[in-house]
């Protein structure tokens, strides 16, 4: 007969799992590599990203250029901040508030119907069809939503003591 | 760490980005520059449905001072004057738009056509004779300056054109210009792509 567990257990073991230092290492180094390779053409080319934000129709004008200057840092310093384990819980709950920004910019753009070219990670416009950027669009939301997933299994397991020297 | 702390730390990142990202500014090279304020008139504008606009091939239209008119006669001569009466000036709105047959006319008239494009693509392609205005680079404003100092003819059609489809980049320029007196811009709305579809001449470099 099985040994009954006490309620509860699977959970905490569940939880133990997904916060544990060897997945939360990854999860936080991967997150800000991510991060990084996406800041890097926006700061190499911020007149395209300036293009790219205004194409949203969601920046009053006066502020597309500064967002588009300062917005790549904000994100390769996150980034950094992440893969080298500095401000771990300020440098997450960062990019996680600039991930929803993205999905509300994206999603607000699905929802008027509008196709625009994301400039993720390349801030030149490809060319796609209308149909193309649409779908595209699509993807960046589901790859956000996941990309805010990972965010939260940093926060979580940032409250807890996993690697002190870290902190 | 105190909650305090945090906030501090979000408040030192966000200052470090904006101090590399004015340090990063003013290295950058011109075509990469841009002025923090920008002046983007139409930014939170939203165009009608996209899928009437597919239907009619038209590029975004805008306001009343970009808005989409129906374009001028075909051409029917060469001279300059046929030129002022078929493509007269229009005080009352920013730009009106054109098709090939009209931008070819109007360049066989050897009329001004600037290129709203980035230099870098400028100079991968363009119109012969096409001045580059790249009016998402930072000295768009001086070459605006420059353009009206020279004392053109505010009522002579100058033609303007990007990279065709949804590119607005020809539109924002005829708002700068039309801002410092000219009257006569031309809105060649299938741009460059539309320029090549058509096999006519293209050259390469940088400033013509």
């Known amino acids: 007969m099985a040994e009954t567990q006490p309620a509860g257990h699977e959970g905490r073991e569940a939880l133990s799992f997904l916060t544990h230092p060897w997945l939360t290492i990854r999860v936080q180094i991967g997150l800000g590599v991510i991060f990084v390779v996406a800041a890097l053409p926006k700061i190499a080319d911020p007149p395209s990203f300036a293009h790219m934000i205004y194409n949203y129709r969601l920046v009053p004008g006066a502020l597309v250029n ?3 200057l300062v917005m790549p840092w904000v994100e390769l310093l996150v980034g950094l901040a992440l893969v080298l384990g500095v401000w771990r819980r300020q440098a997450a709950a960062f990019a996680g508030l600039l991930l929803l920004v993205f999905i509300v910019a994206i ?3 699905l929802a008027r119907g509008r196709a625009v070219d994301c400039g993720c990670f390349d801030v030149h416009s490809a060319g796609k069809s209308r149909e ?6 699509r993807w960046v939301l589901i790859r956000d939503t996941a990309m805010l997933l990972m965010v939260a299994q940093v926060l979580a397991a940032s409250r807890k003591p996993v690697r002190p020297a870290l902190r | 760490m105190s909650e305090r702390s945090g906030w501090r730390r979000v408040l030192i990142l966000i200052l470090a980005a904006a101090a590399c990202a004015a340090v990063s500014n003013l290295a950058a090279s011109r075509e990469r520059r841009l002025p923090w304020v920008g002046s983007y008139t139409r930014a939170l504008e939203v165009e009608p449905a996209a899928s009437s606009k597919e239907a009619s091939g038209a590029a975004a239209p805008g306001p009343a001072t970009t808005a989409s008119v129906s374009p001028p006669a075909p051409a029917a001569g060469n001279t300059a004057a046929g ?7 229009h005080a009352d709105r920013a730009s009106a738009e054109i098709g090939t047959d009209e931008a070819e006319a109007l360049f066989r008239e050897g009329r001004l056509f600037l290129d709203a494009r980035r230099s870098s693509v400028y100079a991968d392609g363009h119109i012969p004779g096409a001045r580059s205005f790249p009016v998402w ?9 420059a353009l009206y100092e020279e004392g053109l003819d505010q009522n002579a059609p100058i033609v303007l054109y990007c990279s065709g489809g949804d590119c607005e980049d ?3 320029l005829a708002e700068k210009l039309y801002m410092v007196g000219f009257n006569a811009l031309y809105v060649y709305k299938d741009g ?3 320029w090549q579809k058509r096999s006519l001449p293209v050259t390469k ?3 013509p």
Not at chain 2, 83 to 89: G, T, Y
């Open chain 1, 66 to 68: 500064a967002l588009a």
């Open chain 1, 107 to 109: 999603g607000a753009n």
């Open chain 1, 132 to 137: 193309e950027l649409l779908t595209e669009m």
């Open chain 2, 83 to 89: 030129a002022s009466q078929r493509f007269p000036p």
């Open chain 2, 137 to 145: 680079e930072s000295d768009i404003g001086d070459r605006v300056k």
């Open chain 2, 170 to 172: 020809s539109h924002m």
């Open chain 2, 192 to 194: 460059f792509p539309g």
């Open chain 2, 205 to 207: 470099g940088g400033k």
